[in-house]
């Protein structure tokens, strides 16, 4: 009878024992396969068995995909699988859909991206110009900006920040890997005008040209 009793008790502590750390690196390793977004280390806890090392087996697996056309990288608080940076190229063929921003809306997503979380009072003044609502729209619509917290200020205004879209988008882990304005400028972006904090004012004439010809800008490019 003890011999059974003790088998019972092996068998139901088998049930709360997490697998191996291998088979834990497996199960995190379909789910990203399977997933489009980025998912947290939270829910993959959520989803795998009771005692599992999420943490710890994403760390393995990151390691293991280390140099690999396929990689595990960061995005935000979430991870992804993605293809490697320096093998983007071999994508070319496969993109179909060409997103364009006017100058106005690349203007509204750089300051977002590097003052957020900010009003669109603050978008206005640093801009020296008026924000168009079809601007934001766009924006939001592409899901590469979303609404922050309101500010504890009168009037309880709503602010923007930039999207994990964005990030996957562009290969940062989060906004503080945001190329510096010397980068900017070497890669053409900036030419020789003010930096973000300041960005050149537009005549209301010149601004509304800009807003009638939204989306014929080729800088940002999927």
Known sequence: MNHVAEEIETQEESLFEAPPMAEQERMIEAVLFATTEP??????????PHGCDPAEAMMRLRKRYEGRGVQVVRVGDGF????????????QQETVEVRKLSRAAIETLAIIAYHQPVTRAEIEEIRGVSVS???VDQLLEMEWIRFGRRKMTPGRPVTFVVTQGFLDHFGLENARDLP???ELRSAGLLESRAPLGDLPL???????????TQGQSELFED
């Open 39 to 48: 998912i947290s280390l939270r829910e993959l806890g959520a989803r795998m």
């Open 80 to 91: 992804a699988m993605r293809t490697a940076a320096d093998l983007g190229f071999l994508m």
């Open 133 to 135: 609502r079809g601007t």
């Open 180 to 182: 510096g304005l010397k």
């Open 202 to 212: 537009m005549s209301g004439e010149a601004e509304q040209e800009e807003e009638a």
